[in-house]
């Protein structure tokens, strides 16, 4: 039982940091530059994103008996198109400022290859809790990724961090962080997402390399230490 | 004989997982509809006072079918029933999405008044708004000019415009 909790947490976990969509994979990059002009815009994308993976990801895993090898590709794209176009009807209905916001993105969640990416390589191979549990994952992982794009993008570019304007539900509150006049407007535009994106990868690839090299060291280390106590081995051998 | 009952199977099975979609979405556009409608119908309203004023209500509303752009006109009346002009609302899209405008012409001068946009579902939506439909509001720029970063979505609007203008004409001559 322990096992199997451990295995799900793993499952869950993969998406938000080995195996995330965004940052590591580097998949579902064109909404990720065009929908983190502010926070919220990105938590609403990435709501929108990660209910259409679940969906999408549960009933392939139902079907995937049923789908035959020659019509995997169009069943699966039928199954995404339709979760986007529900998606899309009541984005439209009940969050018209998000709808309004997001535009046409919306619309392209059904080519966004994380999406068909995620139904061929596990849920047609997993069943249903796991790939339940893999969709969620992923969707927080791409969530949690365009919103700290979108944070650096609103704070620098706008100069201040607001709330409420797109979930109206929610009380409006802004909260000015840099000086009017000091914001720097390029990381409003297409021009700063390439920017903060390309920052964020940078500092992830130092990370890791610094992890690797880390290692390598250590191993390195390890092993020159294991040789030193070998030779002073054979030495006290040649000794007795 | 196997080979034929394979290809029986896919394609019901097709069949059923379009059907379904096809159920599920009519579901949710039943659900939806009246909804969207409403809303709408209230971004009418608000861009009909955006361009009138506080007071100007619509008095009448007729579909138009001679026009490619151009579905509805609405009459808008204001204080004591006073007649303020006409609102046409344009609906196109290009391979960019779609816009639909609500393009207002005062009795008074006979002339564009101002427009408001009702839907904006462009690639570059905001890019749109901000470098080709607000100056063009402030009349900071010609409706010829073009050359923005939007400029396909920017000629759609410019075409509605257009086209706006002419079932204005025609109306204010009869």
């Known amino acids: 039982m322990g096992k199997e909790k451990g295995a799900t947490k793993r499952n869950f976990l993969k998406g938000i940091v080995n195996e995330n969509p965004l940052l590591v994979s580097i998949l579902g990059t064109c909404p990720a530059l065009a929908t983190t002009k502010s926070v919220e815009a990105a938590i609403g994308m990435g709501l929108l994103f990660t209910i259409v993976l679940v969906c999408s990801n549960v009933l392939v895993s139902l079907l995937r008996k049923l789908i035959s090898e020659e019509i995997r590709t169009p069943a699966y794209i039928v199954i995404i198109a339709t979760f986007v176009t529900i998606v899309k009807m009541l984005t439209n209905a009940f969050l018209p400022e998000l709808y309004s916001t997001l535009g046409v993105f919306i619309s392209l969640i059904v080519v966004n290859c994380i999406v068909l990416g995620r139904a061929e390589a596990y849920a047609s191979k997993n069943g249903v809790f796991d790939s339940f549990i893999d969709a969620l994952g992923m969707g927080a992982g791409y969530t949690l990724a365009i919103m700290l794009m979108a944070l650096f993008r609103e704070i620098l570019g706008t100069g201040a961090f607001a709330f409420g304007k797109i979930f109206t539900f929610i009380p409006y509150f802004k909260l000015q962080i840099i000086p009017v006049g000091y914001e720097i407007s390029i990381f409003q535009n297409p021009a700063g997402a390439f920017i903060v994106f390309a920052t964020i990868l940078a500092v992830i690839a130092f990370i890791k390399n610094r992890k690797t090299e880390l290692k390598t060291i250590k191993e390195r280390e390890e092993k020159i230490r294991k040789q030193q106590e070998a030779k002073a081995l054979a030495a006290q051998g040649g000794n007795k | ?174």
């Open chain 2, 1 to 174: 004989m196997a080979n034929k009952k394979h290809y029986i199977i896919t394609a019901v099975t097709l069949g059923v997982i379009a059907a379904s979609s096809g159920a599920l979405i009519g579901v949710a556009n039943l659900v939806t509809r009246n909804q969207i409608a409403l809303i709408e119908k209230n971004k009418i309203k608000a861009g009909i006072v955006d361009i009138f004023g506080e007071f100007a209500v619509i008095s009448k509303e007729e579909s138009v079918s001679d026009y490619k752009y151009v579905n509805y006109v609405y009459e808008v009346s204001g204080d004591n029933d006073q007649f303020l002009g006409y609102a046409y609302r344009t609906s196109g899209s290009n391979m960019y999405g779609k816009i639909s405008l609500l393009v207002g012409f005062a009795y008074e001068t006979k002339a564009l008044k101002k427009f408001t946009v009702v839907v904006n579902e462009q690639t570059y939506a905001s890019t749109l708004v901000d470098k080709y439909i607000n100056p063009l509001n402030d009349k900071e720029i010609n409706i010829d000019d073009v050359s923005c970063g939007a400029t396909y979505g920017a000629k759609l609007v410019r075409e509605m415009l257009n086209e706006a203008t002419q079932a204005s004409t025609k109306k204010w001559k009869n």
